[in-house]
């Protein structure tokens, strides 16, 4: 079975966005967006994601059931995600400790 030719234009202009979204991920890295930050980082990280696996892994020719492997598969990260994060927002904090003593030991016991 021959697989799919795709124009050497595509795999370079692919690339190239994946060289800039780099940037963009080292460049966001130094500018302090608050709590901003991560979700950033994790937007541009699906971005490169999905050009590599739509491109370079060619799930973009890929037949329909293949697809529907893929989105299974990332539905249930989804979901485990999903409960995880609710098991970890519905617990108590737990307080910082404070140690094992409340005061510093003297130097006259060395």
Known sequence: MPGHIVPVRVYITVFLSLLFLTGLTTGVAFIDLGAMNTFAALAIAVVKMLLVALFFMELRYSPGLTRVVIV????????????????????PWTPTPSGWGTSAPSSQNR
């Open 72 to 91: 299974a598969a990332f539905f249930f990260l989804a979901l485990l995600m999903s409960l995880t994060m609710a098991d970890n927002f519905t617990r």
